[in-house]
């Protein structure tokens, strides 16, 4: 009995004993478990501190700087700095200087060598981050061969180090490096936290490569819009002066002579108005007049344009169809005309000798497709997707069409801005088919297409005397002007090539008009209409600016400002003549 | 194998044998048996321990596998009733397995293992379910689904025509549940 007791006593001491250590067994994996979910929630809250600094940091610097200080404060490591990637050859490690330090004095000498000391991938522990893609753990970088800082951090008492890359892609743009006082086993938890934390602050860097993008295509647009403007001035004297010299009295040969030079500088002045285009699209400078454009018409003017560019090169441009007569689109009227005259021309073109081009129309569900067909070599399919881009010109290679390669990527962006799509089919050895697609649009009762006045050039109307004074610093564009007045003997005309001249000139004379350059040397034209109109004695006089430049921001602020007309250098002499007749009728009644 | 398994085990052999068969048999296996159901443990501890049943109890070691299971389930649905009420018969619920049940038992148990099972549905009699484990404890299965269908008032009649015991490369079970009172049998245990 006292055996079976002793026995019975011995099983439920055992069966304790069992239950004691399954229920320490269970504290210490549910601790382990609390750990790791404190760590976890912990890691959690350092990737969203370095997010969250990361989408606000003004600069790669400050993300760096807070990803340095928030990972010691998560790992309670005394020293953190950065290495960024620069194209130094070999060593392409250089220290950025920026750093998390507990206590500056210590690590002053640790500071200041890793400051001035640069690697080259797979030396030391930054090198072998950026060799690797991967973070490196070392143990203790005093007993470390490959640490070429290891006097200095023994000294400092550093022993413990990782690194981690900071990464866009797979491209290693920056390494992080953190030091302990203590020996340091590799925590893969850290190490997982501090990768997402790379890969956050490469964020940072994505971000600013792509604003430095945008700033290049900023800065490149105004260039080129800069520059076209610029180009614009010379050709103004150019067209201009050729246009008067075709109304002179001249021999064939040399009317022959100043056809070319007129042909050559509208074919420029189409080149740069392009490229100026463009730039105004990208740099988002476009504007728009939509309003609902009869189709037929507009079709038939651009056809009419082409024609006699299609002739020479023996090619019927047939259409369009009579199916669009009471057709409307909403569109930007002269925009339309432009894209459809690259869309013609291209056909034309990129024809061959002897080809047709083919216009019409298709109409369903609300939708009207205009058609270009040409019976050219049609385009391979690999080439189809560079099509549209700036630039491209895949003709060139034959070298004998003459364009500027912006034509089509202009289309494109003038139809997106007009809602519209545009497409192409084709077929190698048939041709092509580019089309554009609008929605059609109501038919307005009525046509706002005022007709523009017959513009008489040779025969001046007789009137009495007038004084006009011209404001203007380009010699050139004066004596274009003086010429041009040559033909109104009852005007005289009074010249300032500069603003405070022009104001002092307007005072004394009170000229019945006045021309006005906008872009003078010691005042913005802007600035000559205001003072013109708070002069009692000069407010009103009739104001017309001619200026190269055609924005159409630029045209209603002048003209909100008060002057009479704007036009747009390179001069239309007609258009010219006609305007300051007009202005001066005005001024009369 | 998780602790749970092992605790589970624990409780069906003492209800049934009571706590010094237990004993004996962690004693006969040469296990300390301090098991907790958060633990991992080795899985030829299972397999002693079943060895060690199998001996003490004159059967084989299938045969105290499944009995294991059917045992082992209602103590499950004790414990877990939440898997277990939305249902009124056997075939939907075990339908859960993958999507519903597993999923929770590796939150609950992270590492945790559970065997993978594909159902073959279309036909209203037979339920198809292929057992894959690497342990290859298909008589588990056998019990836990005979034990589930107990536990809703309903007879199972399983068929398994392809064993990876056997040498096959999976188990294949053929389920038929058929309300108390219809004759039911279990062909190869």
Redesign the interface.
């Known amino acids: 009995m006292s055996e079976s007791l002793g026995q019975e006593i011995e099983?439920l001491r055992?069966?304790l004993?069992?239950?004691?250590?399954?229920?320490q067994?269970?504290e210490a994996?549910?601790e382990r478990?609390t750990r790791l979910l404190y760590e976890r929630a912990q890691g959690m809250q350092l990737l969203y501190t370095i997010a969250d600094a990361s989408s606000r940091a003004t600069s790669v610097e400050a993300a760096i700087q807070v990803a340095l200080d928030a990972l010691c404060a998560y790992t309670g490591w005394p020293v953190g700095h950065a290495f960024t990637v620069t194209k130094n050859a070999p060593y392409p490690l250089v220290s950025m200087k920026l750093w998390h330090l507990d206590n500056a004095e210590l690590f002053a000498v640790f500071r200041e060598a890793s400051d001035n000391i640069s690697f080259q991938p797979g030396e030391g522990l930054p090198g072998r981050v950026l060799a690797s893609g991967e973070s490196v753990w070392v143990r203790d970088v005093t007993e470390e061969s490959n640490f070429p800082r290891g006097q200095v951090a023994r000294e400092a008492g550093l022993r413990g180090a990782f690194a981690i890359p900071v990464l866009v892609g797979n491209n290693v743009v920056a390494v992080l490096e953190f030091f302990a006082r203590e020996f340091a086993q590799p925590d893969q938890n850290w190490l997982d936290v501090a990768a997402q934390v790379g890969t956050q602050v490469g964020r940072t860097f994505e971000r600013e490569a792509r604003h430095e993008a945008d700033r290049a295509n900023r800065a490149k647009s105004e260039f080129l819009s800069r520059m076209s403007h610029e180009l614009r001035t010379p050709l103004n004297a150019i067209l201009g002066f050729g246009q008067l010299l075709e109304l002179e009295d001249i021999s064939p040969e040399q009317r022959d002579s100043v056809r070319h030079i007129l042909k050559g500088g509208r074919h420029l002045l189409d080149l740069v108005n392009e490229v100026l285009n463009i730039s105004r699209i990208e740099s988002g400078h476009m504007h728009f007049s939509p309003e609902a454009v009869h189709l037929g018409d507009v079709i038939r003017e651009t056809v009419d344009l082409i024609r006699p560019l299609a002739a020479q090169r023996n090619i019927p441009v047939i259409g369009p169809s009579t199916n669009v007569d009471d057709r409307h689109v909403l569109a930007d009227r002269q925009r339309l005309k432009q894209l459809l005259l690259n869309l013609l021309s291209n056909a034309v073109k990129y024809n061959r000798e002897g080809g047709s081009v083919n216009v019409e129309c298709t109409e369903t569900g609300g939708l009207i497709r205009l058609n270009v067909h040409d019976t050219g070599t049609g385009i391979p399919a690999h080439k189809l997707q560079r099509l549209f881009r700036p630039f491209e010109r895949l003709g060139a290679e034959q070298g004998t069409v003459e364009g500027t390669g912006l034509g089509l990527a202009l289309s494109k962006r003038l139809a997106e801005l007009m809602g519209a799509r545009i497409g192409v089919e084709t077929a190698l050895g048939k041709g092509s088919t580019f089309w554009v697609e609008f929605e059609v649009t109501a038919n307005p009762l009525e046509v706002a297409d005022a007709a523009e006045a017959p513009v008489e050039t040779t025969q001046p109307p007789v009137q009495p005397e007038r004084t006009v004074l011209y404001i203007e610093d380009n010699f050139s564009n004066l004596q274009l002007i003086e010429r041009l007045f040559a033909r109104r003997p009852n005007l005289k005309l009074l010249a300032a090539m500069q603003a405070g001249l022009g104001l002092d000139l307007a005072v004394q004379h009170l000229p019945d008009m006045l021309l006005l350059d906008l872009n003078l040397p010691d005042m913005s034209g802007l600035e000559v209409l205001a003072r013109l109109r708070t002069n009692p004695h000069t407010c009103e006089i009739p104001v017309v600016v001619i200026s190269a430049d055609a924005t159409t921001g630029q045209i209603s602020r002048l003209l909100a400002a008060g002057a009479a007309a704007y036009l747009t250098k390179p001069l239309e002499v007609p258009k010219f003549l006609a305007t300051i007749d007009e202005v001066l009728a005005r001024r009369n009644a | 194998m998780k602790g749970i398994i092992f605790n589970l085990l624990e409780e069906v052999i003492t209800q049934a044998h009571g706590?010094?068969v237990w004993?004996s048999l962690l004693d006969a296996a040469q296990i300390?048996?301090?098991?907790?159901?958060?633990?991992n443990y080795p899985d030829e501890d299972l397999l002693k321990l079943v060895s060690a049943a199998s001996l003490s109890l004159a059967q084989p070691p299938a045969a105290i596998i499944r009995w294991f299971g059917v045992r082992a389930l209602p103590l499950l649905a004790q414990k877990y009733p939440i898997f277990f009420e939305k249902f009124k018969s056997t075939r939907p619920f075990i339908l859960t397995l993958n999507g519903i049940i597993h999923p929770e038992v590796r939150k609950v148990y992270?590492g945790a293992e559970p065997p993978m099972f594909d159902f073959d549905n279309s036909s209203p009699d037979v339920l198809v379910m292929g057992y894959y484990s690497k342990r290859k404890l298909c008589a588990l299965a056998e019990g836990f689904v005979e034990g589930a269908a107990a536990y809703f008032g309903e007879v199972v009649r399983i068929n398994h025509p392809s064993c990876m015991i056997r040498g096959d490369s999976s188990c294949r079970l053929e389920l038929s549940f058929l309300p108390v009172g219809s004759s039911a049998q279990c062909q190869n245990l």
């Open positions: 099983r055992k069966r004993e069992r239950e004691r250590r399954a229920r067994e269970a994996i549910a478990g | 706590e010094d004993d300390a048996g301090a098991f907790t159901s958060l633990g992270p």
